[in-house]
């Protein structure tokens, strides 16, 4: 029997990892976006409420992620039914927190809580990617895990290029998102568009550090890889404020990297211990705190389990 | 008590791995060069003879690999003693299976095996590197593989950067050398000295999966992964006579992949058993013969042990 509600959440995310830019991503436990799904008989994609946005998304289904998303599953299935849509943002927008990620992963989890037989995870993947790219263009690696969870090597957009890496046991993050905007473009627009060759022997050195790292569970040499990039963060560190002395608290705290939170302006700090995250978050808040910059701030760990259906309604 | 004379044994090596340039090496099986060191109380280093290079080599100690290594050996040991270094070439020269890098590395093993009290493995990596360095520059993706043994990730040249990745255990080689020369120099300056950005997200992406599905022994993902190289070889491949033929007939008898040994001109094919490596191996070597083109061809696998100490004599 079909369920006339369901309702899906789905994880922040970090792209990136540093050296990893645009194939590496995991999911953050805690935050994220809400959606809930529910029958309609006209056919049509409603997006009835937005919450959390502040008044800035799109109620316009071909314009917002969730409609997009919503009706790239249903497109997928062939079906003619319609949704209304009720979004809840958890996260802000722009942030580097995957925010549009978790948005169409909620949505098509949504959808699918709906179906009679729901698909399979792994054939939800397009459909997100879809809400996506209206946003970001087609890249997984917030997207993949938002909806799987884990570290995700995201080395393409079809599910053959998706891996799951292990998750290093005492793997914890320190994240502060100042109030600033960063668009994604802009922070696309900085990079170089061509690397010397040395820095690409570099930079691969490092990011098969980084994947050796994860899977022996050594979170020290994992933060010593991601914080060896030499071409993205370089490149975009002027566009986030105080990036320099926010490193600087967090490793006097304890951490032992900083990176970029996928285009920013979110700083994702890399520590070992909840106890040593706790303090670096609040070192780093204290930095936008002296300069009169507003900021959110979490810590936190890795969610193993990505996206989740939370209720359906027959 | 010192012992007068000793021998050792270092394997050959394929540096690269494809997607893997100047970052992943492995040892093979088999073939190696040997060196034999023995005391001299006239603080000379001696080369007294060398035998399988058809005279290519030099005597001079410090103009031959063997030589330098030992000297660097000696020197890090604050040693006044000499040695004579007879060295024995199992690999061609200038041929991409780490002939250098071997002799290097078998010459450190060699006096090494005359201490009274032997350094770990670990503290031979310099030396070695020092007398690799005079022919191809600082790079450890041969010494460390011949040195250590088994699939190296070797982001640096020292011990540190050097890690060694789980093999997968249905991996096996197959290897042809045709006759021609193709000095490291010359395959080094056909690199384009820049890459687009582009290609560097897939480099690494590609560099990611092949370090991950190492660690899950997944070889047709390894194999994948290691062909998916779009800078280097492609620059290289026409020093190579007939690689596109070689790689078409390896893969209609069942390999996986055929990536560039280092430098070249020996052709590395991937397959998943025994038999199957074999028979590539015949079938690649049939294509040189096609040609006219002397080569040597092996099949082997991934050598775990590296180099070994062959005998003492007190």
């Not at 995700?152 to 053959?160: P, V, Y």
């Not at 899977?215 to 404020?241: K, N, Q, T």
């Not at 920013?264 to 609040?282: F, N």
Request: with cysteine.
């Amino acid at each position: 029997m079909l369920k006339t509600r369901a309702e899906a959440f789905a994880p922040a995310s970090i792209a990136n990892l540093g050296v990893g830019f645009d194939i590496l991503g995991l999911a953050l436990d805690g935050a994220g976006d809400v959606v809930e799904a529910e029958w309609r008989d006209d056919g049509q994609i409603v997006i009835a409420e937005i919450r959390g946005d502040e008044g800035k998304l799109s109620h316009d289904p071909q314009k917002n992620i969730v409609g997009i998303a919503a009706q790239a599953l249903l497109g997928q299935l062939h079906s003619k039914r319609g949704v209304t849509l009720r979004l809840k943002k958890g996260l802000p927008l722009s942030s580097g927190l995957g925010g549009s990620a978790a948005s169409a992963v909620a949505a098509v989890m949504a959808v699918n809580g709906l179906l009679e037989k729901p698909l399979a995870r792994e054939d939800l993947l397009a459909a997100a990617l879809e809400g996506e790219a209206a946003v970001s263009g087609y890249h997984a690696d917030n997207v993949a895990p938002s909806l799987f969870g884990g570290i995700i090597l995201a080395n393409g957009i079809t599910i053959d290029r998706i891996h799951r890496l292990p998750v290093p046991s005492d793997l914890h993050l320190a994240l502060v998102t100042p109030n600033v905007e960063v668009p994604t473009a802009q922070a696309r627009a900085v990079l170089p568009s061509t690397v010397p060759l040395r820095q690409l022997v570099r930079q691969t050195g490092a990011v098969a550090d980084l994947v050796d790292a994860i899977h022996c569970g050594d979170v020290v040499r994992m933060a010593r890889a991601m914080e060896a990039d030499e071409v993205i963060e370089p490149a975009r560190a002027h566009l986030m404020p105080y990036i320099d002395e926010v490193r600087h608290e967090a490793k006097l705290n304890g951490a032992l990297a900083l990176v970029i939170g996928g285009a920013g302006p979110t700083l994702c700090a890399v520590c070992q211990r909840w106890d040593i995250a706790e303090s670096v978050a609040l070192a780093m808040r204290r930095v936008y705190d002296r300069h009169g910059l507003a900021c959110q701030m979490r810590h936190t760990t890795v969610s193993a389990q990505g996206a989740q259906l939370l209720t359906t309604h027959l």
